[in-house]
């Protein structure tokens, strides 16, 4: 096979890049000769910061397959099972982020199907939306499940079609019943000499070198190996092998003929596809990761609401920005289902509610690492008041997940910025997927407002996606203009008083820039004191009921001088007539769902008056991703 190479411009290539979707790391090779096993583990450590929770690999020799995994970082299950040490020059490996089923051994990479010893492994990065319903059909034909993965099916249902023919076609017809999405590779004992891989969704990028083959999630795990790539498309299978590689369409099985491309970036720079920090990579990939909060398993959305139901009352603990998530949740709740919710500031939980708190009452803990130590200490009080705790983190596996009777893994995959960006979006996802259940079950709403949301909520993704393509370049003139201004005032009504606060604390915390929020309906009562000519005000205005008071609010800021600043409604001609700037955003949003879309802009706010001030956004001072300690 004749692979031509095309060199590449930084732009163009980041653009390809940055459609991308994050969540565990696959890898696997193809070499004319030497060892694959410590190529794959330190394709893996390049990987890592896709997820950590678990690893494994696979390799071939002698048409025999060999497998070692286990839960828990690189280095360390490195350090006990020593992951160089497998045989043969053919292999796969995985670095997982856990979605489905905790980060156990067991439910590590690869997968593999019944037969014992195992013939076939598989290795997965997506999500698997029907593997329910394929599971149970595999079952009743006999198949045994050891892991609670949604991966697990491909692995039985390979086997299952490698009846009907070679390790390509059962590949391929088995892709053809998976929803959802997946990057895999499949090795198999009998059929020795080759790697299958199929993409739908999740991203697959191919690596030539003179000796050997490689295939990945994306280009970091291969800088030090190659620098020729080629892109696999959606439903595309690719076969390698000591040749080469055959990259054929899914659906008619017709060949495709794609150039090589040659990549210049430093391993940094991979990592980042091409955005300058984190921050922004992680800002943009918000409509992906809220994809990926509508993808979540019924069952635990189901068990939750049913225990929020029966709850008397419910404290939702929190910090910082997952302590926003938990205050717009506190009105989605009260809005949509009627139920009371009091957010609580985790380090308060202990003075405030520790000898309240007790066998009746219901905590919900928010924490995006799931190790927050004043939100863990505030579950220990509670937990041993006997109260029932239930959970929503990013960290399958963290500390909240064990000590919770029932938690919901947002899977928002790592987030590496300092700032929490998209992890709070998806937060804000899942807790009003909670609150519109809660609503079905308590029968509260009319059938054609659940109906308006479940519509709404589908949509919200290519929301985002619209609202940082179409406002981005105007939040960062904003920034340009507002960059000297010392301090700023964060204002919204109802459920966006939860926006103002995030909005204030990404400023805040990444440009230094001190900065108040507070519901817009206090100004009068002392803040408005602060205002003279030219400060700056920045109103959330979602065109919800309190936009009226809301615009009343405007006018006493106005009056006083001040530079105002609306995120507002698109074409909201009322509120774009009387204000300085403003970012738009798309029209329709219910109130309950507006902190998702109306946050954005904020953040980006933040984003670029940090580069504007020369502040890095990703580490900011004194402040670290988790705080583990009180
Ligand atoms: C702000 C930020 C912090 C965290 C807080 C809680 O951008 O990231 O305020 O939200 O430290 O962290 P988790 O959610 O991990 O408990």
């Not at 055959?246 to 940094?268: A, C, M, N, Q, Y």
């Not at 947002?410 to 300092?418: K, T």
């Not at 507002?568 to 769902?593: F, H, K, N, Q, W």
């Amino acid at each position: 096979m004749l692979w031509t190479t095309v060199s590449l411009s930084f732009e163009i290539f980041t653009k390809k890049l940055r459609s991308d979707k994050e969540m565990c790391g696959i890898f696997g090779c193809i070499l004319k000769n030497g060892s694959a096993a410590p190529i794959i583990h330190a394709a893996l450590k390049r990987l890592e910061y896709r997820g950590y929770d678990s690893v494994g690999e696979a390799t071939i020799e002698n048409g025999r397959l060999f497998i070692k995994k286990d839960a828990g970082k690189i280095d360390v299950v490195h350090s006990i099972r020593n992951l160089d040490d497998l045989p043969g020059r053919i292999g796969i490996g995985h670095t997982r982020w856990a979605t489905h089923g905790a980060p156990l051994q067991v439910n590590a990479h690869p997968h593999f199907g019944c037969s014992d010893p195992p013939t076939i492994a598989v290795i997965h990065n997506g999500i698997i939306e029907n593997f329910a319903e394929i599971k149970k059909d595999l079952e009743d034909k006999g198949h045994i499940f050891r892991s609670k993965t949604d991966t697990e099916i491909i692995a039985h249902l390979i086997e299952e079609n490698l009846g009907q023919g070679d390790l390509k076609s059962a590949v391929s017809s088995s892709v053809e019943r998976l929803q959802g999405s997946y990057a895999i590779a499949v090795i198999s004992a009998k059929e020795p000499d080759k790697i299958i891989c199929a993409r739908n969704e999740s991203p697959l990028v191919l690596g030539i070198a003179d000796n050997a083959f490689y295939f990945a999630s994306d280009t970091p795990a291969f800088l030090p190996l190659t620098n020729k790539v080629v892109f696999v498309e959606n439903g595309e299978l690719v076969t390698l092998n000591d040749e080469g590689f055959e990259i054929k369409k899914l659906v008619d099985g017709k060949p495709v003929v794609r150039k090589s491309r040659v990549v210049d970036w430093t391993h940094e720079m991979a990592e980042k596809q091409g955005y300058p920090h984190f921050m922004l990579k992680e800002i943009h990939e918000q409509p992906r990761c809220l994809r990926d909060t509508l993808r979540l398993q019924d069952k635990y959305l189901e068990l939750l609401t049913t225990f929020l139901d029966r709850a008397r009352d419910v404290a939702m603990v929190a910090c910082g920005t997952s302590y926003h998530a938990c205050l717009a949740a506190s009105y989605m709740f009260s809005k949509l289902s009627f139920l009371a919710t009091h957010p609580v500031i985790a380090s308060e939980f202990t003075e405030q509610h520790g000898k309240s708190v007790n066998i009746d009452s219901t905590i919900l803990a928010v924490s995006q690492s799931g190790e927050t130590a004043d939100t863990l200490a505030a579950v220990e009080t509670a937990r041993q008041r006997a109260a029932t705790i239930l959970g929503l983190t990013n960290v399958v596996g963290s500390t909240l997940t064990r000590v919770s009777r029932v938690y919901i893994g947002q899977q928002s995959g790592p987030e590496i910025g300092v700032a929490a960006t998209k992890t709070f979006t998806s937060q804000l996802s899942v807790l009003s997927q909670l609150a519109i259940r809660l609503a079905k079950k308590r029968g509260k709403i009319s059938q054609e407002e659940i109906d308006l949301l479940d519509e709404k909520i589908e949509k919200i993704p290519s929301i985002v996606e619209r609202i940082v393509k179409t406002q981005e370049e105007k939040v960062k003139t904003l920034a340009r203009k507002y960059k000297d201004n010392q301090c700023f005032f964060f204002l919204g009504r109802g459920i966006s008083y939860a926006t103002a606060l995030e909005g204030r604390l990404k400023l805040m915390e990444i440009a230094y820039v001190p900065s108040i929020a507070f519901p817009a309906g206090e100004s009068k009562h002392g803040p408005i004191s602060l205002v003279e000519l030219g400060f700056p005000v920045i109103f959330i205005c979602p065109p919800d009921e309190t936009r009226k008071t809301l615009i009343g609010n405007i006018m006493e800021m106005k009056a006083r001088g001040a530079s105002i600043i609306a995120i507002c409604e698109e074409g909201d001609e009322e509120i774009i007539g009387m204000v300085d700037d403003y970012v738009e955003v798309t029209r329709g949003i219910p109130e309950i769902l507006s902190p998702i879309p109306y946050v954005v802009p904020l953040q980006l706010f933040a984003y670029y008056m940090a580069i504007e001030k020369q502040c890095d956004p990703d580490m900011p001072r004194n402040l670290a991703k988790s705080v583990t300690v009180k």
